[in-house]
C-alpha cells in the first residue's frame, strides 16, 4: 500500500467511523428530545470546541477532533441536581424504565436503519447476489464465478484474499491453467463450475475453492427496501452469532484474535473496499454499522447493552440502584475496553508487521 492510498484509506474510515458514531448519537438525540428529557449538547467531533452555539436549552458545537460526534443527556450519569434539582423531572433516570430503555437503545436502532438505508440504496444501483437465490435469482445480470469457502489449513483461512493477490494456477479436475493472463482466466472460470485457485501474497503461496455463480442485482426502489431490510436482518443474526460466539470462545480459552480487527485493520479492510468501487465501500459501512450495533447492545457497563442491563436489574428489584454504583461500574467498565481496543490494535500492528 502505497503513502498516498494509506492516507486515502485512513480518512475514509475516519469519515465513515465519524458517520457512524454520528447515527448513533442522533438516535439518543432524537429519542431524548421525544421524550422530554433535557439534552445539554450535541456535538460534531470531540472536543476542544471551534464553534458553539445555544438554541433554546441545548448547545449545538462543532469539535476539533472529527471522529464521530457525543450527545450530553440530562442525568444520563446520575447526581445529585439531575435527582434532586430544580429540573429534575426531566432528568433521564426519572423517566419510566421503558422510557430510558427506549433512549438508551435508540443509537443502536439508528446504526440498524442507517444499515438498512445504505443496503437498499446498494441494490438501487446494483449490489452482488447469488444467482442461487430462488427468489432473485433469475434477475441477476453478468453472473461470473466467486470464492466463496476457503480451504481448511490453507493461508488464506486465516487472511482471506485480498485485492492485489497474484493468481498462480488454477485447476479443475485434470484441467489446470498455470500463470494465467486475464482473457485466459476469464475463459477458464466461465467454462469450469468448480476449481482450485492458487495465489500468492506477499512470497507465501495459498489455495481457496471458488464455487457459485454471484452478480449484480439491481432493483426498483420498493424492492430494493424489502430486499435490503432481509439481507441486514440475516447479517445482523450472522454476525450477532459469530460475536456470541467469538466471547463465549473467550471464556474458554479458544478465542482466536485472528478473526477480529481493530482499527488498523479495519483501515486495510476499508482500503480493499475502496479499491473495488464506492458501492462496496457503501455495502462496508453498512456492515461496520450493524456490528457497532450489535456490541453496543453487548451487557458491559459503559456501552448500552450494560445501561440496559441496569435499567431491567432496577425493573426486578423495583428500586434504583445507587448513583455512586453505577457510575463506578461505567468507568470501570471504559476502562476495560480502552485497554482491549489497545490490546488489538497493537495485534493488528504486529499482523501489519508480519504480512
Not at 503461496?205 to 426502489?221: N, Q, Y
Not at 467469538?246 to 475502496?274: L, R, T, Y
Not at 464506492?278 to 462496508?284: A, E, G, K, Q, T
Given at each position: 500500500?502505497?503513502?498516498?492510498?494509506?492516507?486515502?484509506?485512513?480518512l475514509?474510515?475516519?469519515?465513515?467511523?465519524?458517520?457512524?458514531?454520528?447515527?448513533?448519537?442522533?438516535?439518543?438525540?432524537?429519542?431524548?428530545?421525544?421524550?422530554?428529557?433535557?439534552?445539554?449538547?450535541?456535538?460534531?467531533?470531540?472536543?476542544?470546541?471551534?464553534?458553539?452555539?445555544?438554541?433554546?436549552?441545548?448547545?449545538?458545537?462543532?469539535?476539533?477532533?472529527?471522529?464521530?460526534?457525543?450527545?450530553?443527556?440530562?442525568?444520563?450519569?446520575?447526581?445529585?441536581?439531575?435527582?434532586?434539582?430544580?429540573?429534575?423531572?426531566?432528568?433521564?433516570?426519572?423517566?419510566?424504565?421503558?422510557?430510558?430503555?427506549?433512549?438508551?437503545?435508540?443509537?443502536?436502532?439508528?446504526?440498524?436503519?442507517?444499515?438498512?438505508?445504505l443496503?437498499?440504496?446498494?441494490?438501487?444501483?446494483?449490489?452482488?447476489?447469488?444467482?442461487?437465490?430462488?427468489?432473485?435469482?433469475?434477475?441477476?445480470?453478468?453472473?461470473?464465478?466467486?470464492?466463496t469457502?476457503?480451504?481448511?489449513?490453507?493461508?488464506?483461512?486465516?487472511?482471506?484474499?485480498?485485492?492485489?493477490?497474484?493468481?498462480?494456477?488454477?485447476?479443475?479436475?485434470?484441467?489446470?491453467?498455470?500463470?494465467?493472463?486475464?482473457?485466459?482466466?476469464?475463459?477458464?472460470?466461465?467454462?469450469?463450475?468448480?476449481?482450485?485457485?492458487?495465489?500468492?501474497?506477499?512470497g507465501?503461496?495459498?489455495?481457496?475453492?471458488?464455487?457459485?455463480?454471484?452478480?449484480?442485482?439491481?432493483?426498483?426502489?420498493?424492492?430494493?427496501?424489502?430486499?435490503?431490510?432481509?439481507?441486514?436482518?440475516?447479517?445482523?443474526?450472522?454476525?450477532a452469532?459469530?460475536?456470541?460466539?467469538?466471547?463465549?470462545?473467550?471464556?474458554?480459552?479458544?478465542?482466536?484474535?485472528?478473526?477480529?480487527?481493530?482499527?488498523?485493520?479495519?483501515?486495510?479492510?476499508?482500503?480493499?473496499?475502496?479499491?473495488?468501487g464506492?458501492?462496496?465501500?457503501?455495502?462496508?459501512t453498512?456492515?461496520?454499522?450493524?456490528?457497532?450495533?450489535?456490541?453496543?447492545?453487548?451487557?458491559?457497563?459503559?456501552?448500552?447493552?450494560?445501561?440496559?442491563?441496569?435499567?431491567?436489574?432496577?425493573?426486578?428489584?423495583?428500586?434504583?440502584?445507587?448513583?455512586?454504583?453505577?457510575?463506578?461500574?461505567?468507568?470501570?467498565?471504559?476502562?476495560?475496553?480502552?485497554?482491549?481496543?489497545?490490546?488489538?490494535?497493537?495485534?493488528?500492528?504486529?499482523?501489519?508487521?508480519?504480512?
Open positions: 500500500m502505497s503513502i498516498v492510498t494509506s492516507h486515502m484509506s485512513i475514509l474510515f475516519i469519515i465513515i467511523l465519524a458517520a457512524l458514531i454520528l447515527v448513533h448519537e442522533l438516535g439518543h438525540f432524537t429519542a431524548a428530545k421525544r421524550a422530554g428529557v433535557r439534552v445539554d449538547e450535541f456535538g460534531i467531533g470531540f472536543p476542544p470546541r471551534l464553534w458553539r452555539k445555544k438554541i433554546g436549552e441545548t448547545v449545538y458545537s462543532i469539535n476539533a477532533f472529527p471522529i464521530g460526534g457525543f450527545v450530553k443527556i440530562f442525568g444520563e450519569d446520575p447526581d445529585n441536581e439531575s435527582l434532586l434539582g430544580k429540573d429534575s423531572s426531566r432528568s433521564l433516570t426519572r423517566k419510566p424504565r421503558i422510557v430510558q430503555a427506549w433512549i438508551i437503545s435508540a443509537g443502536v436502532v439508528f446504526n440498524l436503519l442507517f444499515a438498512w438505508i443496503i437498499s440504496a446498494g441494490f438501487m444501483v446494483g449490489l452482488p447476489y447469488s444467482m442461487d437465490d430462488s427468489a432473485y435469482g433469475e434477475r441477476v445480470e453478468n453472473p461470473s464465478l466467486t470464492i469457502q476457503v480451504m481448511p489449513l490453507s493461508p488464506a483461512e486465516e487472511a482471506g484474499l485480498k485485492g492485489g493477490d497474484i493468481i498462480v494456477k488454477l485447476v479443475s479436475g485434470e484441467d489446470v491453467l498455470t500463470n494465467p493472463r486475464v482473457s485466459a482466466t476469464q475463459n477458464f472460470i466461465s467454462s469450469h463450475e468448480e476449481m482450485e485457485l492458487t495465489y500468492l501474497r506477499g507465501e503461496e495459498g489455495t481457496v475453492t471458488v464455487l457459485g455463480a454471484v452478480g449484480i442485482l439491481k432493483l426498483p426502489i420498493h424492492e430494493a427496501f424489502f430486499v435490503g431490510l432481509t439481507t441486514t436482518a440475516s447479517i445482523t443474526i450472522t454476525m452469532i459469530g460475536i456470541l460466539e467469538f466471547f463465549k470462545n473467550i471464556f474458554i480459552g479458544q478465542a482466536n484474535f485472528q478473526d477480529i480487527a481493530g482499527p488498523v485493520g479495519i483501515v486495510g479492510i476499508v482500503s480493499d473496499a475502496g479499491a473495488l464506492f458501492i462496496h465501500l457503501v455495502s462496508l453498512a456492515i461496520i454499522s450493524i456490528n457497532l450495533a450489535i456490541i453496543n447492545l453487548l451487557p458491559f457497563p459503559a456501552l448500552d447493552g450494560g445501561r440496559l442491563l441496569f435499567i431491567l436489574i432496577e425493573t426486578i428489584k423495583r428500586s434504583p440502584i445507587k448513583p455512586e454504583v453505577t457510575n463506578i461500574a461505567n468507568g470501570i467498565g471504559f476502562l476495560i475496553l480502552i485497554a482491549f481496543m489497545v490490546f488489538i490494535t497493537f495485534h493488528d500492528v504486529v499482523k501489519l508487521i508480519q504480512g
